[in-house]
């Protein structure tokens, strides 16, 4: 689902709090994975990283959010 750019956004550091982990876990997931638990950030041109806090809630209320890679193998 594309992000819509008037939807509230999260930073990492917001996003790994709201999830209870260090933002260098999101990071590295990313990193690796390309998403976060099913979520794709936005990459802005300085290199930081926004994240759609709906489909931030979304998952960490137990719902899954993209990610067809590792739904596919599950």
């Not at 930073?11 to 260098?24: D, R, Y």
């Not at 300085?46 to 137990?62: F, I, K, Q, S, Y």
Request: aromatic share 4%; hydrophobic share 45%; net charge positive.
């Amino acid at each position: 689902m594309p992000s819509n750019i008037n939807t509230p956004k999260l930073s990492t550091e917001e996003l790994a709090a709201f999830g209870k982990v260090v933002p260098q876990s999101i990071r590295a997931a990313v990193c690796r994975n390309g998403h976060w638990m099913g979520l794709r950030p936005i990459k802005l041109p300085n290199r930081r990283l926004l994240w759609d806090a709906a489909e931030a809630a979304r998952v960490l209320n137990g719902e899954v959010v993209g990610a067809p890679d590792t739904l596919a193998s599950a």
